[in-house]
């Protein structure tokens, strides 16, 4: 008996759209989907998403590109995803979502503006940034600052391809890359650093990140 085809997918976690595209193992592409999510603004900047939605729908992608290439789900040996760095997405204890801050959100503008004031060339010479309103560690401490209820149950921060992953593999993992292009590492170590985050005044944040 002949062995079946093997395939890789690849899955996009946009600010609104999710796609799923699948390729056999030349690279060439055999099937795609995508499904349009909502976002919400409960006030004037904020720009937010319900992470549940998002998985219902990152579900419904997967199954429907896998339908389309009328294969087995088990033929599929890989599956890489990606998504829009910065904005924050925050898990509970039990991985269940708290918060989803968009990085189209502008909430942090003042506090963004007020980091870089007090510590911008400190930061910028650990991890080669300067705060800016959608930066992760920015939202963070925006959280910390006025919603401390939703900061006090957090378990998790990291990125929306980050819950993805989490959802397909139970992993609370993210890449070095982002979360380097987040503002959160030293570099060029690509390390979590106890000085970077006191500069962000997030002390107590080391163990909500995620690993690396």
């Known amino acids: ?3 079946l085809e093997k395939y890789l997918m690849g899955l996009d976690a946009g600010n609104t759209v999710i796609k799923t595209v699948l ?10 989907s995508a499904l349009d999510g909502s976002s919400r603004s409960p006030a004037p900047g904020h720009v937010e998403r319900d992470l549940n ?7 419904s992608a997967i199954r429907d590109c896998i339908t ?8 599929i040996i890989g599956l890489g995803c990606a998504g829009h ?14 918060l989803g801050i968009q990085s189209l959100d502008t909430r942090a503008a003042g506090l963004a503006a007020e980091l870089a ?4 060339d400190a930061l910028h010479g650990i991890c080669l940034q300067k705060p800016w ?7 963070l401490v925006w959280v910390k600052r006025n919603r401390p209820e939703t900061y006090a149950k957090a378990a998790t921060a990291f990125l929306r391809k980050d819950f993805i992953t989490y959802r397909l593999t139970g992993e609370l993992v993210s890449d070095l890359s982002d979360m380097s292009g987040c503002g959160f590492t030293r570099m060029p170590d690509c390390l979590y650093d106890a000085e970077l985050l006191g500069l962000y005044r997030l002390f107590d944040a080391a ?3 995620p690993k690396l």
């Open 85 to 98: 760095r910065n904005g924050l997405y925050l898990l509970d204890t039990a991985g269940e979502p708290l």
């Open 23 to 32: 390729f056999d193992l030349k690279g060439n592409q055999v099937a795609i």
């Open 133 to 139: 309103p959608l930066q992760t560690p920015t939202l």
């Open 207 to 209: 163990d909500i990140l």
């Open 68 to 75: 389309k290439a009328g294969i087995a789900p088990d033929q």
């Open 53 to 59: 939605e998002l998985w219902t729908n990152a579900q």
């Open 117 to 120: 004031e007090r510590n911008r």
């Open 1 to 3: 008996m002949a062995e």
